[in-house]
């Protein structure tokens, strides 16, 4: 958080070290919000692994659509509406391999998990897993005595 408070956002809430028992070497912070967001901050264009929201105002769908695809990071992507019909036409524009409505980080073992351009290698979980890692092979056998004409 100092390298975002440096250049320019201001912590709404939270970003304070917590020390955790038997992890003490690690770097853990208290879940945190964000403000005074500009567009050439490191902490709005990289991927942050962490309780971090960002507050970014913005006045029409279009916008607000624009600003989430304005990054080479697609991992996810949350939107919070009563408007549900709204929510599907913005989900569909959104450029993210996870797309939550009304929830954040849900996760299924049965549902593909991935981000899109820079943002994650492949797919975790379900069908789109195996098929990632695995090679497709087609094999044709003949137990012919004689081989036959393919022509």
Known sequence: MPGAVAAGARIVCGGEAV????LEDGFYLSPCVLSDIRKDMAVYREEI?????????????DEAIDMANDTTMGLAAG????????????????????????????VSPFVPF?????????????????????QIKSVFVSTAAKLPNPF
């Open 19 to 22: 020390k955790v028992s038997g």
């Open 49 to 61: 692994f962490g309780a971090v929201l960002l507050v970014i105002p913005f006045d029409t769908d």
């Open 79 to 106: 939107l919070f509406t009563k408007d549900l019909a709204k929510a599907y036409r913005v989900v569909d524009r959104l450029h993210a391999g996870n797309v939550y409505v009304n929830t954040f980080n849900d």
């Open 114 to 134: 991935g981000g899109y351009d820079d943002s994650g290698f492949g797919r975790e979980n379900g069908i789109a897993a195996i098929e990632h890692y695995t």
